[in-house]
């Protein structure tokens, strides 16, 4: 008889363990309490108007074509994707602005217009990134964080001033420009930390973001989900939406049912890709391995107050992915790490999909998708959330230089409260478990239960962190943990 694994949630993390454990043998059933799948990758469909929830950067494509892969697949089988050109542009000011091209010798012309000399410097920097990329997301991050001996290889041992040096003085080593040094800490914000506070050896983000590029799956990041919906249901796995897990069961100090909707559902392992804390909170207390004070204390990835918008009208000057890096980053960042108040004067990010998707939008509109990057757990009502808005449209007007109030067809916001009624997220965190020195690798919250036989985790707040591509990688590992146990 096949071995039967119940899961918790639907997100990145937990399709992928389903498919790798399905593909292995198992009789897999996913439980998702929302009415739809992907977690915080979900959708939202208006008057014609397509906008995805939670994640719109696609970096990384290597690590989406080796999940495919692994079941004889490719991601042209489920979507069509498109690297991004430019990639994205960085509002300063107004009439001040960088925009970062989709290739390696275009950025460097920008950068050499801002900062004479800067372009070597940049190829250098960019040259020990790709290194670290290839130990980091094509080695280190396929181990499943069990003992602190996996990180030591003979290549990481040349490395180890990386892990206790960080981004910031590494990038200001060399770079004096604020644009520049802006430009090249922005990707370890993904990692959920401060770049002052994330080991140099994260670098390898930014070979992710000038290496690799920036890419776009055609009708937008849910397209990978549905992809990997079909490749689930070709595997046999059953999903069920609406589905809230409300209690898992522990018979003989071992995981043994869940509680859905009234039934116990009995099953041979149980998975959560739900939020950590969230699932610990579904065991009786002497079970759960982490006390409310260890979550306290941990550094968490932003909240963030988002906004979907519709425009009549196609917007001007601005690209897919733009960034408004008009205000003092310090402070923002000040705000939400060690103050936990909202920003005065926030920086702030815009996806318009449309520009470059037709599916996003009809004919000679503009999706529009704001965010706000916030402490997590800050106080969350209609009123600040209309003050933020009209906070970021009076500069995004100046500094794109047109009106676009006029020109809002709607707008839906999605805020802290959101975050934890949807998914059950501590605090309202947007992307989970910062991956600073101390939350890295081995000392993440653990993929297997230390207290409860036949119980494993996975997703952003366990091993490897945030982000779409280490939830597939940490879809893989808690699989091949269980595969262990057998
Ligand atoms: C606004 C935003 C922007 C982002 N931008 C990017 C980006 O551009 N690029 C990128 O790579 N990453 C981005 N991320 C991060 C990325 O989306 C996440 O890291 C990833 O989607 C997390 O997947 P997961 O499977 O770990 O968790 P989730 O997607 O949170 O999945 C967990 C699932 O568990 C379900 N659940 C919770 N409790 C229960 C219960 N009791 N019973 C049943 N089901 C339950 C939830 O409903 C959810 O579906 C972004 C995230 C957000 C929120």
Known sequence: MKKKVAIIGSGFASLAAACYLAKDGYKVE???KNDTIGGRARQLKKDGFCFDIGPTWYWMPDVFERFFADFGKKPS???????????YKVFFGDEDSITIEDSLDKICAAFEAEEPGSSMKLKEFIKEAKVNYDIAIKDLVYRPGVSPLELVTP?????IGQFFSTISKEVRKEFSNTKLVQILEFPVLFLGAKASN????????????????????????????????????????KINTNSPVSEIFVENDTASAIQVNGKKIKAHYILSGADYHHTETLLPEYKRQYKESYWQKKTFAPS?????????????????????FDTDFEKHAKA??????????????????SITDDAAAPKGKEAGTFLIPLAPDVEDTPEIREEYFQKIMTRFESLTNQNVSDHLLFKESYCVKDFKEDYNSYKGNAYGLANTLLQTAFLR???????VHKLFFTGQLSVPGPGVPPSLISGKLVAGLIQKED
Not at 155 to 159: D, N
Not at 210 to 226: N, Q, R, S
Not at 336 to 348: H, K, Q, R, S, V
């Open 336 to 353: 939400i790490y060690d103050d936990g108040e909202w920003p005065e004067d926030p920086l702030f990010y815009a996806s318009f999909p």
């Open 30 to 32: 996913i439980f998702e």
């Open 304 to 324: 963030a107050l988002l906004f979907f918008a519709g425009f009549d009208k196609k917007l001007e000057n601005v690209t897919h992915h733009t960034l408004f």
């Open 198 to 237: 994330t080991p140099a050896f994260y670098s390898f983000m930014n070979y992710a973001d000038f290496g690799l590029g920036t890419w776009h799956p055609k009708g937008g990041m849910y397209k990978v989900i549905e992809g990997m919906e079909e490749l689930a249901k070709s595997l046999d796995i």
């Open 445 to 451: 919250p653990k993929l297997k239960s230390k207290k």
């Open 155 to 159: 290549t990481t041992a040349g490395k």
């Open 77 to 87: 089988d489920y979507y069509e994707l498109e690297k991004l050109s430019p990639a």
